[in-house]
């Protein structure tokens, strides 16, 4: 899937307002807001397969706060928070069968101490 990275419509205007993108079968591939040509608010990215991939929420076109992604058979991944697009606080990961992997600490986007499971 290819993902639209403009800001702006058909018709050249600025996009503002609800946003959805779809797979070749016509299935949703991600949907959230748009504000004068920026992502704004809580987005949502699904696999092919329909589950959800990740979610997440965008401020001014940047990835801020908390996000998780998933995995196709719908268990968590993953779970991280950006400040402005930057990696921060902790990011945990889990294993295909749920249970926990790692944790890492981010600080303004540099890596610190991992812990491992």
């Known amino acids: 899937m290819k993902m639209d990275n403009s800001k702006v419509d058909k018709n050249g205007k600025l996009k503002n307002g609800v946003h959805k993108e779809y797979f070749k079968d016509g299935s949703v591939s991600c949907e959230g807001q748009f504000k004068d040509g920026e992502r704004?608010?809580?987005?949502?990215?699904?696999?092919?397969?329909?589950?959800?991939?990740?979610?997440?929420?965008?401020?001014?076109?940047?990835?801020?706060?908390?996000?998780?992604?998933?995995?196709?058979?719908?268990?968590?991944?993953?779970?991280?928070?950006?400040?402005?697009?930057?990696?921060?606080?902790?990011?945990?990961?889990?294993?295909?069968?749920?249970?926990?992997?790692?944790?890492t600490e981010f600080d303004k986007g540099k890596k610190g101490k991992v812990k491992k499971y």
Not at 43 to 67: E, P, S, V
Request: charged share 30%.
């Open 40 to 103: 704004t608010g809580e987005w949502k990215y699904y696999l092919a397969n329909g589950r959800l991939k990740a979610i997440g929420n965008y401020q001014n076109g940047k990835m801020t706060g908390d996000w998780k992604w998933y995995r196709e058979n719908g268990k968590l991944m993953q779970t991280g928070s950006f400040d402005n697009e930057v990696k921060t606080g902790l990011w945990t990961r889990y294993r295909e069968d749920g249970n926990l992997m790692d944790e």
